[in-house]
């Protein structure tokens, strides 16, 4: 069964930093690209960056390009969101999800979600 | 970026109705549409992929179609689980964009 397990979120206060983790099992890790879409409260889906199972492309939102660095450990089974300078409107539940090529790249499997708060 | 259009924002119905949400791409993304719901407090789902094909485990009254910038998610006799909110995006060109979300109400 395929698991996706999001850790770190937290309270960070503006201009802080926090590292997401996402733990993932039941699929070789290796061969997914792996994406990251948060929600604001109350609010739709923003897709925010994505990184392919070699390492070798990754790209972003505009919102959030130059403060936040996707990363990815294949022989840990984990994908990471390392998010620095960051603002109230970062305020979101940080959803990791794999993106299948075969159907698509749409997201076929979600975590349960990580609140990360930014506020004085 | 490829903007995702969704109307209605909001739609309401009733138990057994047909019910269609739009989607326009601004710019074409032939067949890479993917359709989600999601339940308040809950991870998406994913509906659909490719514009028209369904996902494993998802019931036959979801339906989907389109290409190029115009898409339909429609679900024929609507059952209660159904009531949701419902996006759709694009796997066609980073940034992967979805649509703003269509809430289906009971009415």
């Known amino acids: 069964e395929v698991q996706l397990v999001e850790s770190g979120g937290g309270l960070v206060k503006p201009g802080g930093s926090l590292r997401l983790s996402c733990a993932a099992s039941g699929f070789t890790f290796s061969s997914y690209s792996m994406t990251w879409v948060r929600q604001a409260p109350g609010k739709g889906l923003e897709w925010v960056s994505f990184?392919?199972?070699?390492?070798?492309?990754?790209d972003y939102a505009d919102s959030v390009r130059g403060r936040f660095t996707i990363s990815r450990d294949n022989a840990k089974n984990e994908l990471y969101l390392q998010m620095t300078s960051l603002r109230a409107e970062d305020t979101a539940t940080y959803f990791c999800a794999r993106a299948s090529s075969i159907t698509g790249r749409s997201l076929d499997h979600w975590g349960q979600g990580a609140l990360v708060t930014v506020s004085a | 970026d490829i903007q995702m259009t969704q109307s209605p924002s909001t739609l309401s119905a009733s138990v057994g109705d047909r019910v269609t949400i739009t989607c326009r791409a601004s710019q074409s993304i032939a067949s890479y549409l993917n359709w989600y719901q999601q339940k308040p407090g809950k991870a998406p789902k994913l509906l659909i992929f490719?514009?028209?094909t369904l996902h494993s485990g998802v019931p036959s009254r979801v339906s989907g179609s389109g290409s190029g910038t115009d898409f339909t998610l429609s679900i024929s006799s609507l059952q209660p689980e159904d009531f949701a909110t419902y996006y759709c995006q694009q796997s066609h060109t980073t940034p992967y964009t979805f649509g703003q979300g269509t809430k289906l109400e009971i009415k």
């Open positions: 990184i392919r199972g070699g390492s070798n492309k990754m």
């Open positions: 490719g514009a028209s």
